[in-house]
């Protein structure tokens, strides 16, 4: 068995593939774990296991190394990068090619979509996004949808978006001078959007102008960019002397209503609607 790895090879995790028994593996890919003899004893616990790639990296003595989750890890979505203590590294020459979920189906792997929460829950109406993140965590949700907590966690959510999803749903207070509460779906054309790359800092639009910066030059482009966003009541700067942690009232009702969107969102994406999800992009859903 050898791994040829393809696409560039100076930053970790963008845009690269590796190919093995001729079978290229990319983040989605299943496989199933074949830990050598010389492995540790974590390692060689996981012998037989199914697993999704996250990521195939390359590092400064140029050995691959593909990163992968478990399937069905719960924990999958936790850490400070998403996958802290549930990420693991194995060589091409440890991994056997799963094929799709359903075996002999032949079907293509699913659609793989991120729902990512992201604001400060300490300003108030800012942490709509965490909130529904939180809201969306206790559901039960289709096989190749993650949902993340990103808080203000501008870098993690960039470099995350150039691990091979489909979609991504950015769930945050939008300011748009509507009525306090009111949902909207906004699909922004990243390649006109205007804004120089900032690493330290959770701006939609900076996050993705860094993301579109990073991804120059990777085998792919970034996924497909909904932003599903709440008018907030209560707007901070982060100048106040005290915090608030806790929304306003018609945010708060806003949540379940952003949970059940986000939902049919999700649902239209698996099943390769038109651009257009539920209703015209753009327009105000009024909570009941």
């Known amino acids: 068995m050898n791994g040829q790895l393809s696409g560039d090879a100076v930053s970790p995790g963008i845009g690269k593939t590796v190919t093995v028994d001729g079978v290229p593996l990319r983040p989605g890919s299943r496989v199933r774990l074949r830990p050598s003899?010389?492995?540790?004893?974590?390692?060689?616990?996981?012998?037989?296991?199914?697993?999704?790639?996250?990521?195939?990296?390359?590092?400064?003595?140029?050995?691959?190394?593909?990163?992968v989750v478990l399937?069905?890890?719960?924990?999958?979505?936790f850490g400070g990068n998403g996958q802290i203590g549930h990420r693991f590294f194995f060589s091409p020459g440890e991994l056997d090619p799963a094929g799709p979920a359903t075996p002999g189906t032949g079907a293509p792997p699913r659609p793989r979509i991120l729902v990512a929460g992201i604001g400060n829950v300490f300003m108030a109406d800012d942490g709509f996004g965490p909130a529904v993140a939180a809201a969306l965590s206790r559901r039960t949700l289709p096989d190749g949808v993650h949902v993340v907590d990103f808080g203000i966690r501008g870098m993690d959510l960039a470099y995350r978006l150039l691990e091979g999803y489909d979609a991504a749903l950015l769930v945050d207070a939008a300011p748009r001078g509507e009525r306090p509460g009111t949902l909207s779906v906004i699909e922004p054309d990243i390649e006109d959007m205007e804004g120089a790359p900032e690493t330290h800092a959770m701006d939609p639009v900076k996050v993705l102008a860094?993301?579109?910066?990073?991804?120059?030059?990777?085998?792919?482009?970034?996924?497909?960019?909904?932003?599903?966003?709440?008018?907030p009541s209560v707007r901070m700067t982060g100048d106040e002397p005290d915090v608030l942690v806790e929304?306003?009232?018609?945010?708060?009702?806003?949540?379940?209503?952003?949970?059940?969107?986000v939902e049919s969102l999700v649902a239209e994406l698996l099943e390769e609607a038109p651009a257009t999800a539920p209703g015209t992009l753009g327009e105000e859903v009024i909570p009941r």
Do not use: K, M, T
């Open 37 to 67: 003899g010389g492995a540790d004893i974590f390692d060689l616990a996981l012998a037989g296991r199914i697993a999704e790639v996250v990521g195939v990296e390359e590092d400064f003595e140029g050995r691959i190394h593909v990163a």
């Open 71 to 77: 399937a069905g890890d719960p924990g999958r979505d």
């Open 210 to 231: 860094l993301a579109r910066h990073l991804s120059d030059g990777s085998d792919g482009p970034l996924p497909r960019i909904l932003v599903v966003g709440c008018e």
């Open 247 to 261: 929304l306003s009232e018609p945010v708060q009702r806003a949540v379940e209503e952003a949970v059940r969107l």
